[in-house]
């Protein structure tokens, strides 16, 4: 099948990575800058709104998705007239604004922190008195990676916050002091249904293991699977509320909620804070970790295939690398590579050292994630601090 990812980022390079290993190519409709899925299909370099380009991109595609939510609503559905969307284009609207995403959770049954919408100065005294401080102010729209939010400690700072966001919509949200925070990542398809049928069929909703997620300075850092620490009936209510929202969303793809977790004397609350309508981050250790990876899952459903297995293969240890890439790392690639070329069978590579290093050949620049480590196997962590710093 011939899939047209919208974006070029790392996430659209190992969706056709994973993809072409089970026999689709793939089409890329990337805004101008720098991309990092050249060598994996035809590049349409447009920016969004470019109805030629959108033509010429949908030219040959069997069926569309997105490695970025961002993407306005109108290239989305646009694409969707061409072949199909998957997840559909209103999946991701919920995630472009906080305050319809927050919503949207507590419809869910998923518990939230308080929050209030802030459009003007004139809003922040009554959010601020709602919510109370310590406060987050994070922009509405476009956020990612910790961009757009400030810390708000007394009112009096809220104020500059804001102007420093630019003036844009913003969200007050309370600052939640958790104890750490996990990440869901589930996968949702349709089965016998056609490649094209719109119409409503029974689904398959497949869990990875809990990831939890360590972030500096809102920047995913580390995640380690299996999350140790999650209550089991807390985990069950949370996927029980996630397959019910994919559902009603007739989605169709991998989905990741953000959670924060409390331990409070009353028990274990998990928080909602954040959905990407995609794969994700902190599903990266799946390629060597779990039976079948996120983005193997993801081009599976939105092609209508049977899903493989979300288990976990090892425990697992995914590590950013953020900003630059640690010195000797790309040379270990280099030499990992050439020795799983000689080992047979599906895994050669953990049976070699069991730390996986991928490098997305981005420029590097302050707080870009250029690249990741993957370590499995019971010493994991370990390994993977060792890998990082060479000794
Ligand atoms: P976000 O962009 O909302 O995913 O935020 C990035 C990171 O900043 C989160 O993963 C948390 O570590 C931290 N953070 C965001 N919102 C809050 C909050 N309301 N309370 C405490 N920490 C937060």
């Not at 193997?296 to 288990?311: D, F, Y």
């Not at 890998?387 to 000794?391: E, K, S, W, Y």
């Given at each position: 099948?011939?899939?047209?990812?919208?974006?070029?980022?790392?996430?659209?390079?190992?969706?056709?990575?994973?993809?072409?290993?089970?026999?689709?190519?793939?089409?890329?409709?990337?805004?101008?800058?720098?991309?990092?899925?050249?060598?994996?299909?035809?590049?349409?370099?447009?920016?969004?709104?470019?109805?030629?380009?959108?033509?010429?991109?949908?030219?040959g595609?069997?069926?569309?998705?997105?490695?970025?939510?961002?993407?306005?609503?109108?290239?989305?559905?646009?694409?969707?007239?061409?072949?199909?969307?998957?997840?559909?284009?209103?999946?991701?609207q919920?995630?472009?604004?906080?305050?319809?995403?927050?919503?949207?959770?507590?419809?869910?049954?998923?518990?939230?922190?308080?929050?209030?919408?802030?459009?003007?100065?004139?809003?922040?005294a009554?959010?601020?008195?709602?919510?109370?401080?310590?406060?987050?102010?994070?922009?509405?729209?476009?956020?990612?990676?910790?961009?757009?939010?400030?810390?708000?400690?007394?009112?009096?700072?809220?104020?500059?916050?804001?102007?420093?966001?630019?003036?844009?919509?913003?969200?007050?949200?309370?600052?939640?002091?958790?104890?750490?925070?996990?990440?869901?990542?589930?996968?949702?398809?349709?089965?016998?249904?056609?490649?094209?049928?719109?119409?409503?069929?029974?689904?398959?909703?497949?869990?990875?293991?809990?990831?939890?997620?360590?972030?500096?300075?809102?920047?995913?850092?580390?995640?380690?699977?299996?999350?140790?620490?999650?209550?089991?009936?807390?985990?069950?209510?949370?996927?029980?509320?996630?397959?019910k929202?994919?559902?009603?969303m007739?989605?169709?793809?991998?989905?990741?909620?953000?959670?924060?977790?409390?331990?409070?004397?009353?028990?274990?609350?998990?928080?909602?804070?954040?959905?990407?309508?995609?794969?994700?981050?902190?599903?990266?250790?799946?390629?060597?970790?779990?039976?079948?990876?996120?983005?193997?899952?993801?081009?599976?459903?939105?092609?209508?295939?049977?899903?493989?297995?979300?288990?976990?293969?090892?425990?697992?240890?995914?590590?950013?690398?953020?900003?630059?890439?640690?010195p000797?790392?790309?040379?270990q690639?280099?030499?990992?590579?050439?020795?799983?070329?000689?080992?047979?069978?599906?895994?050669?590579?953990?049976?070699?050292?069991?730390?996986?290093?991928?490098?997305?050949?981005?420029?590097?620049?302050?707080?870009?994630?250029?690249?990741?480590?993957?370590?499995?196997?019971?010493?994991?962590?370990?390994?993977?601090?060792l890998?990082?710093?060479?000794?």
């Open positions: 099948m011939n899939i047209g990812i919208v974006g070029g980022g790392q996430l659209g390079q190992m969706l056709a990575q994973a993809g072409q290993k089970i026999g689709h190519s793939f089409k890329f409709l990337v805004p101008p800058g720098e991309c990092c899925v050249e060598s994996l299909g035809q590049v349409i370099r447009s920016d969004f709104h470019d109805q030629h380009a959108l033509a010429e991109f949908a030219q595609v069997d069926v569309f998705t997105f490695e970025w939510e961002n993407v306005p609503l109108a290239t989305l559905e646009s694409l969707s007239h061409f072949a199909p969307m998957r997840p559909a284009p209103h999946c991701a919920v995630a472009k604004d906080r305050i319809q995403e927050k919503k949207f959770f507590q419809a869910a049954g998923f518990n939230v922190q308080m929050f209030a919408p802030v459009s003007c100065h004139d809003d922040l009554p959010a601020l008195q709602h919510v109370g401080v310590p406060a987050m102010l994070k922009t509405r729209g476009q956020g990612y990676d910790g961009k757009g939010q400030r810390v708000i400690h007394d009112a009096s700072a809220a104020a500059l916050a804001h102007t420093q966001l630019g003036n844009v919509p913003c969200i007050l949200e309370a600052f939640v002091p958790f104890d750490f925070e996990i990440s869901l990542i589930a996968v949702r398809a349709k089965q016998n249904a056609s490649l094209t049928t719109s119409t409503v069929s029974a689904a398959t909703t497949l869990f990875y293991p809990p990831c939890r997620n360590q972030h500096i300075n809102g920047i995913l850092h580390q995640t380690t699977v299996p999350a140790i620490g999650v209550d089991a009936q807390v985990l069950r209510h949370a996927q029980a509320a996630m397959e929202m994919m559902e009603t007739q989605y169709e793809g991998v989905l990741c909620v953000e959670f924060f977790v409390l331990n409070t004397p009353a028990g274990q609350q998990l928080i909602a804070n954040e959905m990407a309508p995609r794969v994700h981050n902190s599903g990266h250790w799946s390629i060597e970790g779990a039976h079948t990876s996120q983005f193997t899952n993801h081009i599976r459903a939105i092609t209508r295939q049977e899903l493989g297995s979300t288990a976990l293969r090892a425990p697992s240890v995914m590590i950013n690398l953020v900003g630059e890439i640690p000797g790392l790309a040379a690639k280099s030499f990992n590579e050439h020795r799983i070329q000689n080992v047979p069978g599906d895994h050669a590579r953990d049976e070699i050292d069991n730390v996986s290093v991928h490098i997305y050949g981005k420029s590097p620049r302050a707080g870009r994630k250029l690249g990741h480590i993957t370590a499995i196997g019971q010493d994991a962590q370990q390994r993977a601090h890998t990082l710093t060479g000794h």
